[in-house]
């Protein structure tokens, strides 16, 4: 197991360079500069070139990347253009609203997903499972952008039980925080609650059909204890590596959703660093978003092996 | 002002800045000020920081107006107003004299007087920092001597009758001294005690929101003699999402916003919990031609494009009718308007099928909606005449760049947001070698005429002067103008006393929250 847990902590070394190698390609590829960004109503060519100068803009590229790279071994990420402070504390002040966001996606996801799944797949042709099927296929269809909105327009503007955005720190508010929270985790959570619905339902059909359900059956077990104790362990497995994938859906979708509700988070950060071409920030956040991938899949390995005893990685 | 200044795009400019024709110019006020309470303003990008002298944005001079004083100000018909300055004087073309406000204290206890001025306007001017953007602001200014602690005396390089207009603007924004050299690095995020404007600063929790608290000491009084500021305090917040602005100011989760899309307009309109007032900008929309290049090295072709193009169809189709239709770069807001220019007023395809036809041209545009829908247009419009244009959408900094830096165009749409003296809307634009000057234009006649409109310091000849330069630009089609954007202010019922001025900026002094 540690022998395994190193292999793969290693191997995300070589693919976090990658990223950083691709991140970097693809920000010096997009057209327009920071210059023109900063100066905005006070360009003049001089100061742009001062501004280049300061960035390190007027080095070859490959030098730029090698610059980036040291100091990257260091620890040190740069600083965002726009206001000077260093990537790593813009992106920390950030990070405490996206992880709240995420869990509490991740969270309405796996609650709405796995009791609806199951009740479907147990209820499979009735008239539950085409409700349950239809508001897969809603779910999936509806872009959260979307969701965000007719979620405002309805518990914002036509109920008025929800505040229809902005932020308020759980230290400051706990139920103004929380009121904040529900809208923009349902509109980031749906997508993913409706694809592990159908993980849940298919993979609940399959263990249903299984042997050893019948024979559990037949020892006399009820449906329940089969269900809870037999069948739904083993038809999580899928539903798990889908979470994991999740993960980075929630955190591309964040992007949206942040913006849309006015969430202070890494999403909407890197929303605006894009914008302004504050590139040393975008390429620290999409660093850490692929660490944050690679360490969830990781996870999502490690249980695995909780689940399943059949699974060993030594 | 002379400010070097910058382009935005006519999609920008129309939706960022859409408001109605013909709107009021001051806010309604019932009955007597209320005073406390707490005002929330939506604004429609995160500020960089909170120092004027990197400042490049429109939403930081929404705060700064509110934190910070200027040495002069305005009025809504762009009147200039003692501010820190009770008095100026031009006692000759090279020399200004400033007599000083002498009952101001900056936030933080340290005296307002000649010496802060000094030091403040030096710090502009010989800032190492590479986003200084003062410099080139106040770059007619050769030193500033004190002469006694309430009189500080500009020296000039040159006449400059726009330094007056910088005044008003961040260049002439007073910080604490004391403030500016203890707080160092820390006075763009969090400049405690740095000025002596209405309101002081609280906290900034980037991204979320920005609050001041009232000046308890604040230098001013309303005609009662109480006073101001009304409100206890102000939280600016940002949202980028013009959808979720428009919901946050009707669940009243905002107060006051600066802007909603064109396409909402009618609707805020509609909601009586809502109030919209708006007023002409000094900005304008439109697109510039490339005078160096064919096809427009030939007079005759720049002509024929300005002579097809529909303003009047622009402005309703894309800009929902916010605004009105543009015949120069001098406004309606300015004191410099001149309301008989209509050189090109209506479209007459004829006309210029006359004048030029048969040749094509590519007009780059931003890639957003608004800028490809005016494209589109002006493409129908030009039709007409027998030109052809081929759109080329483009990312605005590419645009920009190509536009800008490189004059690698044919035409280009690309507005400006306008400036309070007619010189920072024209100078740099047309002067030849100006640092705006896109096109490359150059004509000795409009050289000679902004020269002398920057050595005048009569207003009623600096106003003849700008126009007859405005004739010969619109009329040689170096610009060709299709918008005059309004600026708007969405309010609920429950703010009261604001003035609209057309520099799209809110003074919150005597705002009030009934």
């Not at chain 1, 909105?149 to 139920?175: C, K």
């Not at chain 1, 890494?266 to 071409?277: C, D, N, Q, T, Y």
């Not at chain 2, 400042?55 to 200027?70: A, H, M, T």
């Not at chain 2, 400006?416 to 007619?422: H, L, M, N, V």
């Amino acid at each position: 197991m540690v022998e395994y847990l190193i292999r793969r902590l290693g191997l995300m070394v070589p693919t976090a360079l990658l990223v950083t190698m691709g991140v970097f390609a693809l920000i010096h590829l997009t057209p327009g500069d920071p210059a023109t960004v900063i100066l905005a109503e006070s360009y003049t060519p001089e100061a742009a070139a001062a501004i280049d100068r300061d960035l390190g803009l007027d080095k070859p590229l490959p030098q730029q990347y090698l610059l980036y790279m040291g100091r990257l071994l260091h620890g040190d990420l740069g600083h965002s253009v726009r206001n000077k402070l260093p990537v790593t504390q813009a992106i920390g002040e950030r990070l405490p609203a996206t992880i709240e966001l995420g869990i509490a996606a991740l969270l309405w996801s796996l609650l709405v997903a796995i009791p609806l799944g199951t009740l479907a797949a147990l209820r499979r042709g009735r008239a539950l499972d085409f409700v349950a099927s239809g508001l897969t296929v809603a779910g999936i269809s509806v872009p959260n952008f979307v969701l965000g909105i007719l979620l405002i327009l309805f518990f914002g503007l036509l109920l008025r039980v929800l505040p229809v955005g902005g932020f308020a720190a759980l230290t400051d508010s706990v139920p103004d925080n929380l009121s904040r929270l529900v809208m923009p985790a349902i509109a980031l959570g749906t997508f993913g609650a409706a694809t592990n619905m159908r993980f849940t339902r298919s993979s609940m059909i399959e263990v249903l059909n299984q042997d050893y359900i019948r024979t559990a059956r037949a020892k006399g077990a009820g449906w329940w204890r089969v269900v809870n104790r037999h069948a739904l362990k083993n038809a999580l497995i899928p539903v798990v590596t889908i979470v994991g994938l999740q993960v980075g859906a929630i955190l591309e979708g964040a992007l949206v959703t942040e913006t849309v509700f006015s969430w202070p988070g890494v999403g909407k950060l890197a929303v605006e660093s894009i914008f302004s071409k504050d590139f040393p920030v975008v390429q620290g956040i999409v660093l850490m978003a692929a660490l944050a991938f690679m360490f969830a899949n990781l996870l999502v390995d490690l249980v695995y092996a909780w689940l399943d005893p059949r699974i060993s990685y030594s | 002002m002379r400010r070097a200044g910058v382009l935005i795009a006519v999609a920008l400019l129309l939706s960022a800045c859409g408001g109605g024709g013909g709107g009021t110019t001051s806010g309604t006020s019932n009955g007597t000020p209320k005073m406390g309470g707490t005002l929330k303003v939506s604004q429609e990008t995160e500020i960089n920081g909170l120092d004027p002298n990197t400042s490049g944005l429109v939403v930081e001079r929404e705060i700064y107006y509110n934190l910070y004083d200027s040495l002069l100000g305005i009025d809504a018909k762009l009147n200039f107003v003692p501010e820190l300055a009770t008095s100026w004087k031009f006692t000759d073309d090279k020399t200004l004299v400033l007599t000083l406000r002498k009952d101001v204290k900056f936030q933080d206890g340290t005296d307002f007087n000649a010496d802060a001025v000094k030091f403040n306007l030096d710090r502009y001017m010989t800032s190492t920092d590479p986003a200084a953007a003062r410099k080139s602001d106040l770059a007619s200014v050769q030193s500033v001597a004190v002469q006694d602690p309430a009189t500080v005396v500009l020296h000039l390089k040159r006449a400059d009758a726009t330094l007056l207009a910088t005044l008003v603007d961040r260049a002439g924004m007073m910080l604490s001294p004391t403030a500016v050299r203890t707080l160092g690095t820390k006075l763009p995020t969090a400049p405690e005690g740095a000025g002596s404007g209405p309101f002081q600063f609280v906290e900034w929790k980037r991204d979320d929101h920005l609050t001041l608290k009232k000046n308890p000491n604040y230098w001013r009084k309303d005609k009662a003699g109480r006073q101001l500021p009304y409100l206890d305090q102000v939280i600016y917040r940002p949202i980028t999402d013009l959808n979720a602005t428009l919901a946050a100011l009707k669940t009243g989760d905002v107060d006051m916003a600066r802007v909603v899309a064109g396409k909402d307009v009618a609707s805020v309109k509609a909601d009586s919990t809502l109030v919209y007032k708006d007023t002409p900008s000094l900005g304008y929309g439109g697109f510039v031609l490339n005078h160096s290049v064919p096809p427009f090295n030939d007079p005759a072709k720049a002509k024929a494009v300005a002579l097809a193009v529909d303003r009047a169809q622009i402005l309703k189709n894309v800009g929902f009718g916010i605004g009105v239709v543009s015949t120069g770069p001098i406004t309606s807001a300015s004191w410099a308007f001149d309301s008989s220019e209509k050189i090109y007023d209506k479209p007459d395809p004829d006309k210029a099928k006359s004048t030029a036809t048969g040749f094509s041209f590519t007009l780059k545009t931003a890639n957003t909606q608004d800028s490809i829908q005016t494209g589109q247009l002006i493409q129908a419009q030009l039709a007409k005449a027998g030109i052809t244009v081929n759109l080329l959408p483009e990312e605005f900094g590419k645009l920009t760049l190509e536009t800008r830096v490189q004059h690698q165009f044919e035409a280009s749409l690309q507005g400006w947001s306008g400036r309070i003296d007619p010189d920072g809307n024209m100078y740099a634009f047309w002067h030849t070698g100006g640092s705006f000057n896109d096109g490359l234009y150059s004509n000795p006649q409009v050289d000679q005429l902004l020269e002398q409109g920057r050595a005048t310091t009569d207003q009623a000849k600096r106003k003849q002067i700008y126009q007859d330069a405005q004739k010969i630009i619109v009329g040689d089609a170096a610009y060709v103008f299709t918008t005059n954007p309004a600026v708007p202010q969405i309010t609920n019922k429950k703010v009261q006393g604001f003035t609209l001025i057309p520099d799209g900026i809110n003074r919150l002094a005597e705002v009030w929250k009934s």
